[in-house]
T-cell receptor
Framework: ELKVEQNPLFLSMQEGKNYTIYCNYS?????LYWYRQDPGKSLESLFV?????AVKQEGRLMASLDTKARLSTLHITAAVHDLSATYFC????????????FGGGTRLMVKP | KAGVTQTPRYLIKTRGQQVTLSCSPI?????VSWYQQTPGQGLQFLFE???????NKGNFPGRFSGRQFSNSRSEMNVSTLELGDSALYLC??????????????FGPGTRLTVT
């Protein structure tokens, strides 16, 4: 059974700083996802990582996947207030279709 | 292209009642998954439907059921509602069961409150 753990659970940072959110998973995962959720809203898709060494970037966010270490990271560069949200990583297991197993989420607050 | 739609957006029900939620996936998408989000348990998988068949099921009691129609629209039903069923229910739409680019898109959710 796939288990996904994120850390930290809460992150308060100053604008302009860099930080990384870590996502560890327990068994082989076919696909690794990152989502953003604003308060009271749904999940917005950020990245899908499909293979070892995959790296994707969008604006100030960059996600990477290391399948050997069973680790994905979401790196935030020069944070701005608009990035304040909760970020979730999620994985799928082979033979389990699109079933996503989510981490507990990282609540990010970027202070001016 | 229209996104994933869910109706209703908000519901208030009483314990013991039943409720039906609806999800229309992105046009051309054939896989619909349902998730429950609560502050205590986080995001939990309920079930996935593909081509009108339930393909995967999460660890929820039999009071939770679903179905998918030939146009890929899906409904989920919760019978004999309990206070603990209060949650945000999200559906996700995907093109296929596996493979492809793996993208899964979420609808706006239905917020269910059980009193």
């Amino acid at each position: 059974e796939l288990k996904v753990e994120q850390n930290p659970l809460f992150l308060s940072m100053q604008e302009g700083k860099n930080y990384t959110i870590y996502c560890n998973y327990s068994t082989t995962s076919d696909r690794l996802y990152w989502y953003r959720q604003d308060p009271g809203k749904s999940l917005e898709s950020l990245f899908v990582l499909l293979s070892n060494g995959a790296v994707k970037q969008e604006g100030r966010l960059m996600a990477s996947l290391d399948t050997k270490a069973r680790l994905s990271t979401l790196h935030i560069t020069a944070a701005v207030h608009d990035l304040s949200a909760t970020y979730f990583c999620a994985g799928t297991s082979r033979f389990a279709g699109n079933m996503l197993t989510f981490g507990g989420g990282t609540r990010l607050m970027v202070k001016p | 292209k229209a996104g994933v739609t869910q109706t209703p957006r908000y519901l208030i029900k009483t314990r013991g009642q039943q409720v039906t939620l609806s999800c229309s996936p992105i046009s051309g998408h054939r896989s619909v998954s349902w998730y429950q989000q609560t502050p205590g348990q986080g995001l939990q998988f309920l079930f996935e439907y593909f081509s009108e068949t339930q393909r995967n099921k999460g660890n929820f009691p039999g009071r939770f059921s679903g179905r998918q129609f030939s146009n890929s629209r899906s409904e989920m039903n919760v019978s004999t509602l309990e206070l603990g069923d209060s949650a945000l229910y999200l559906c996700a739409s995907s093109l296929a069961l596996t493979g492809g680019n793996g993208e899964q898109y979420f609808g706006p959710g239905t917020r269910l409150t059980v009193t």
